[in-house]
């Protein structure tokens, strides 16, 4: 089982729906937990950051944590066109591991 | 203040020779984190220093190395290129050790190997 895992995708979504992406991992001693964007060609820019079980919100991005179910989730409110990207879940576990990345496509 | 700094952008190089990749971190961070980014394998660790010394290491082999200066600016080397050492490289800061901080990436030097 690899450390991180996500769907892959490609995950469509219409312009102004949620867009929902998961990310579960193995590390029960993970505690720093982040949500990257990447652009098609740009490295990848921190969008969250969550440390403790819950929600956390910031303008049209919400991260969730479940540390017993280990899994960690993003929502996109209000998709825009411009939210069309690969998104990188990550954790600290000792160092920083990355999933593959689940590819976005916000269709106008 | 400034971001990430990686240079060169691009790299052409052939098979067998060596390359260096040079990263300058954000100001007052002192963790340096490097990366390889393929598409079919993602963003894969190769190493991580902190205060001039290596405190982390990938699964890749000995011919990947790199070191950090007393600057907090750091190099990574390749020997012996092969081709499937084409990838994006990528080097991402961070304040200090990577307990709970983010971290912050480079533009990243793109590699080809021919």
């Known amino acids: 089982q690899k450390e991180v895992e996500q769907n892959s995708g490609p995950l469509s979504v219409p312009e102004g729906a949620i867009a929902s992406l998961n990310c579960t991992y193995s590390?029960?001693?993970?505690?720093?937990f982040f949500w990257y964007r990447q652009y098609s060609g740009k490295s990848p820019e921190l969008i969250m950051s969550?440390?403790?079980?819950g929600d956390k919100e910031d303008g049209r991005f919400t991260a969730q944590l479940n540390k017993a179910s280990q899994y960690v989730s993003l929502l996109i409110r209000d998709s825009q066109p411009s939210d069309s990207a690969t998104y990188l879940c990550?954790?600290?576990?000792?160092?920083?591991?990355f999933g593959a990345g689940t590819r976005l496509t916000v269709k106008p | 203040k400034a971001g990430v700094t990686q240079t060169p952008r691009y790299l052409i190089k052939t098979r067998g020779q060596q390359v260096t990749l040079s990263c300058s971190p954000i100001?007052?961070?002192?963790?340096v984190s490097w990366y390889q980014q393929t598409p079919g394998q993602g963003l894969q660790f190769l190493f991580e220093?902190?205060?001039?010394?290596?405190?982390n290491k990938g699964n890749f082999p000995g011919r990947f190395s790199g070191r950090q200066f007393s600057n907090s600016r750091s190099e990574m080397n390749v020997s012996t290129l092969e081709l499937g050492d084409s990838a994006l490289y990528l080097c991402?800061?961070?304040?200090?050790?990577?307990?709970?901080?983010?971290?912050?990436f480079g533009n990243g030097t793109r590699l080809t190997v021919t």
């Open positions: 991402a800061s961070s304040p200090g050790r990577l307990d709970n901080s983010p971290l912050h």
């Open positions: 100001s007052g961070h002192r963790s």
């Open positions: 590390d029960r001693v993970s505690q720093s």
């Open positions: 990550a954790l600290n576990n000792n160092d920083m591991r």
């Open positions: 969550i440390y403790s079980n």
């Open positions: 220093y902190f205060s001039e010394t290596q405190r």
